[in-house]
């Protein structure tokens, strides 16, 4: 089945640790992205790759790193500088920018917590 | 400022109680708006696209409308596994850069 797989779904993070949370979808898509979700504030964009080996920053970006080596593969780093990593972050894909059937395909999430 | 909000931020019906959330923009240029749900825990599933004013597009007990200034998402005769979060989003295009955004979302609650 096609779809988009992040891992690991509950993740711990000490102070002044990175971690690296993981993306993989099968689909075939060009464009990627990373959302951060917290409690009534909706989705915010951290970072997104519309084609391997280049990505753009989002609106929430500081803090955060990302790679696209691989079209399938699009791994997110939260640093140590990233002051406040407590939150549910979501991977998704589309089929391209400038496609009129650019319905997001998400993963199922991670929950990333401070302890 | 380009934005999209959503009305109410909750919403609690009793099971076969009609009703419908509400999804404006202020973007130029609209490309798409598309409408997710969200169950606690989980990653938004996509429900509908609607591309212009007048659409409509129908599954199950939701329909969604759209005008030049917001959608609508209607709920007829709601059951409680319609209970989820509603996103909206829109797709636009400003100064030839593609832009894609969400709502805040509306939480829906159906009781028994």
């Known amino acids: 089945d096609g779809g988009i797989t992040q891992s690991p779904k509950y993740l711990f993070r000490k102070e002044g640790q990175n971690v690296t949370l993981s993306c993989e979808q099968n689909l075939n898509h060009d464009a990627m992205y990373w959302y951060r979700q917290d409690p009534g504030q909706g989705l915010r964009l951290i970072y997104y790759s519309q084609i391997v080996n280049d990505f753009q920053k989002g609106d929430i970006a500081e803090g955060y790193s990302v790679s696209r080596e691989k079209k399938e593969s699009f791994p997110l780093t939260v640093t140590s500088a990233q002051k406040n990593p407590t939150a549910f972050y979501l991977c998704a894909s589309r089929r391209g920018t400038r496609s009129m059937n650019t319905e997001a395909f998400f993963g199922q999430g991670t929950r990333l917590t401070v302890v | 400022e380009d934005q999209v909000t959503q009305s109410p931020e909750a919403l609690r019906l009793q099971e076969g109680e009609s009703s419908s959330l509400n999804c404006s923009y202020t973007?130029?240029?609209?490309?798409?708006l598309f409408w997710y749900r969200q169950d606690p825990g989980k990653g938004p599933e996509f429900l509908f696209t609607?591309?212009?004013a007048g659409e409509e597009k129908e599954k199950e007990r939701l329909k969604a409308t759209l005008t030049k200034k917001e959608s609508f998402l209607h709920i007829t005769a709601p059951k409680p596994e319609d209970s989820a979060t509603y996103l909206c989003a829109v797709h636009w295009v400003t100064s030839g850069t593609y832009k894609y955004i969400f709502g805040t979302g509306t939480r829906l609650k159906v009781l028994a």
């Open positions: 973007v130029s240029g609209l490309r798409g």
């Open positions: 609607l591309y212009s």
